[in-house]
């Protein structure tokens, strides 16, 4: 081919030269867009370039709206922080402390109404024996009976509280032996002496009593024994009640409050 015509055919294709160029360009970054994207829609080889392109861009706006999405909800786990719920092993504890508390202050109310209630009785038992006392004090008996002991005074004195109406000797001279000339003895002169010989011997140690004879017996404190006929109702004791009291004897008359 003459030169001229070879220069003329160079010329002649260069502009398909050009676009080839221009292709494989356009295909290049085509590629490097697709691989910017992420994963991409390749269209079908009978799918129409225009469809193709469309699927591609929903297919980014998709891509891009996941991670928008997945970074806000990071964003939001992150920004949130969990309440934390009081804790269970405190509150048991706070409840038994304050039902220890409960207990120990009924406890405590408690032992306060018992000891209030212990001191009433005792106030209260306390008056009664003043009272039972008086009972065999209070009646204003004061004979002597012929200058006896003291402690036998005491004793003759409240008895004839809790059994009045009885004649009273005391000192006094007596054939044999006898613990009245010394003054520590008293005859209760009565024909039913039953309930005072055994009031005596009941409250034998409380009154300091050494023994007592009624109606021919005598009792020292192991129980009645009979005695000797001496001849007369005086000399056997059947009209009055004899009472001996031990020597320096401290007696409690009070305990005289459980007869008559």
């Known amino acids: 081919m003459p030169e001229g015509a070879v220069r003329g055919a ?48 929903l297919s980014a706006q998709g891509a891009s709206l996941a991670d928008t999405a997945s970074a806000s909800s990071s964003s939001v786990g992150s920004a949130v922080t969990p309440v934390s719920e009081p804790s269970g092993g405190a509150a048991s504890a706070d409840l038994i402390k304050a039902a220890e508390r409960d207990r120990a202050a009924d406890a405590a109310t408690a ?15 306390a008056a ?23 402690s036998v005074q005491e004793v003759g004195n409240a008895m004839e509280c809790v059994f009045p109406g009885h004649d009273v000797l005391g000192v006094g001279s007596r054939g044999g032996q006898s613990d009245h000339p010394d003054g ?9 002496g039953d ?19 009624w109606d021919q017996r005598i009792n020292t404190g192991s129980g009645w024994e009979s005695m000797e006929d001496r001849g007369g109702a005086t000399a056997n004791h059947e ?11 401290s007696p409690d008359v009070s305990a005289l409050r459980s007869c008559g």
């Not at 306060?112 to 038992?125: K, N, V």
């Not at 309930?195 to 004879?213: F, P, Q, R, T």
């Open 111 to 125: 032992r306060r109404a018992e000891a209030d209630a212990a001191a009433q009785r005792q106030t209260q038992q």
């Open 10 to 57: 160079s010329r002649h294709r260069s502009p398909a030269r050009s676009a080839m160029r221009h292709g494989a360009v356009a295909a290049g970054l085509t590629g490097s867009a697709l691989a910017l994207v992420g994963p991409a829609v390749i269209a079908l080889p009978d799918q129409d370039p225009q469809d193709a392109a469309t699927t591609l861009e």
């Open 195 to 213: 309930a005072i010989a055994d009031c005596v011997i009941e409250n034998k140690g409380d009154l300091g009593v050494e023994y007592v004879i």
């Open 239 to 249: 009209d009055h009640v004899h009472i001996s009291f031990e020597r320096g004897g």
């Open 184 to 192: 520590y003895a008293l005859d209760f002169m009565t024909t039913s």
């Open 128 to 150: 009664a024996e003043e009272e039972r006392t008086a009972s065999v004090t209070g009646c204003g008996a004061s004979g002597s009976y012929g200058g006896v002991a003291d």
